[in-house]
């Protein structure tokens, strides 16, 4: 794996000839879509093992506690496909060869097929951290402790699939399902609320401190935190080290005459039992196909603002794409429709759209949380130095709350709200325009948003 650094371009011609999309995410599948917009005319094939692409913030929430069906979350059906005239692939692409610019480049399938295009686009996401696994010498899953079906991820519709059954196999026996979810960050805590308000038993590891504080902001994310301890989740303010399953003939953990056999150690040394675990720890770039490639890559595909790989032919959008100069790559949902947007309408030769700030949300606890732009400044109990934090609170909406970060120039760089969308729609329309705004009318629930962002 090669550093990041700058990705030196040669000029690019003009795309004529077939696009392949490396993953059916929400990012490939709007590659293909905007670039049919833009009335681009060449073949498009999408290649994905699970086939139609499908959105994914649902699956914790909708999904999960059965509010939607898995055939609801389709991003497209077959009929778009074929009015549309994007190919469909069902397959794993397993290995991917890179020509001289401007010829030809090689996909070849897990079941032998190749295919040949003269653009690449990878949207190939990201696969869930694994928890470390101990496992007795005579388990079942001695061999392979990952596919230990009481050890858990969510990332697609067959794991809640996994996780219902648990759930259902606790139910029949007269007892909540006992689930450890590793991890308090956005994830973790809506798995949490999901599988509270499902009547499982919830221990969460958070971790020491308050999680997400650098995403929301500390007061709103101290808020939300405290939301697990009101719903009855058991919070473990500890690192978990590990996970050890027990054989078959020891399925029950001593310590613990109810639970399946899964208990979580945690770095202090402690053994908590559990009927599963799953882990919410974060996830990391699938990068195998662009690394064969031999494509710039440092904790993803290095990409430049047209998310174009170190290849003139390649581009990378979504979770795996990180941008040059960017610290860290952003793994939000409305980060992989902006860089499957502008990846789409550089192909076209259209112009692409200017870039906005980061936005994301989340549900828990029958509470709607958002934010815009970075709230990392009011990450600690004072604001970071050169950066003021401003508080909304209404007396009349207790259950809102907005925090706003505004620089030394008076320039809003990020907001925070709960059950509050308005507040993060006005600072949206603020950054955007390089407004400064005045600390006291930001926070003072009389004076209104829209007045705020004209």
Do not use: C
Not at 69 to 88: C, I, Q, R, Y
Not at 207 to 223: D, H, T, V, Y
Not at 312 to 322: M, W
Not at 383 to 412: C, I, N, S
Request: net charge negative; glycine share 8%; aromatic share 4%.
């Amino acid at each position: 794996m090669s550093s990041a650094g700058p990705v030196a371009q040669p000029d690019a011609d003009p795309v004529t000839g077939p696009v392949m999309i490396v993953g059916g995410s929400v990012a490939g599948y709007t590659v293909a879509s905007r670039l049919r917009q833009h009335g681009f005319t060449a073949p498009i094939t999408l290649i994905d093992p699970e086939g139609l692409p499908y959105e994914r913030p649902p699956l914790s929430k909708q999904l999960l506690l059965g509010e939607t069906g898995p055939e609801d979350l389709a991003l497209a059906g077959t009929s778009w496909f074929t009015e549309h005239e994007v190919e469909l692939v069902h397959a794993r692409v397993e290995s991917l060869r890179l020509g001289p610019a401007g010829a030809e480049h090689t996909l070849t399938l897990d079941d032998g097929a190749e295919l040949t295009a003269a653009t690449v686009v990878l949207a190939t996401g990201a696969t869930p951290i694994s928890l470390g696994i101990e496992v007795d010498d005579d388990a079942p899953s001695a061999n392979d402790p990952s596919a230990d079906p009481r050890v858990l991820t969510l990332r697609h519709r067959d794991d809640v699939t996994a996780l219902r059954q648990i759930l259902d196999a606790a139910h029949h026996t007269g007892r909540p399902a006992r689930i450890a979810v590793v991890g308090a960050g956005v994830l973790g805590a809506e798995l949490a609320s999901s599988l509270t308000e499902l009547g499982a038993e919830v221990v969460l590891f958070a971790g020491p401190g308050i999680p997400a504080s650098a995403l929301f902001g500390r007061r709103i994310a101290a808020r939300l935190h405290a939301q697990h301890t009101d719903h009855g989740v058991h919070v473990f303010p500890e690192y978990a080290g590990s996970v050890r399953l027990h054989s078959s003939s020891n399925t029950k953990p001593s310590s613990d005459p109810t639970s399946t056999g899964v208990e979580v150690l945690t770095l202090s040394g402690a053994a908590v039992p559990a009927d599963a675990v799953i882990s919410a720890i974060g996830i990391s770039p699938n990068t195998w196909l662009a690394e064969e490639g031999g494509l710039e890559l440092a904790d993803g595909i290095i990409v430049d603002a047209d998310q174009r790989a170190s290849h003139p032919d390649v581009f990378a959008v979504g979770d795996v794409a990180r941008h040059e100069q960017a610290p860290r790559r952003t793994e939000h949902w409305q980060h992989a429709i902006d860089t499957a947007t502008t990846a789409a309408a550089v192909i076209a030769e259209a112009t692409p759209p200017s870039p906005g700030p980061e936005w994301f949300w989340s549900d828990r606890y029958g509470v709607h949380v958002e934010a815009i732009g970075s709230l990392r400044a009011a990450a600690a109990d004072h604001p970071a130095t050169g950066y003021t934090v401003v508080h909304r609170e209404d007396p009349a909406h207790p259950e809102k709350l907005a925090t706003f970060v505004l620089d030394d120039a008076g320039l809003l760089v990020g907001a925070a709200s709960i059950d509050d969308p308005l507040a993060v729609r006005a600072a949206r329309r603020i950054i955007q325009r390089g407004l400064v705004v005045d600390p006291d009318q930001l926070a003072d629930p009389e004076v209104s948003y829209k007045a705020l962002a004209r």
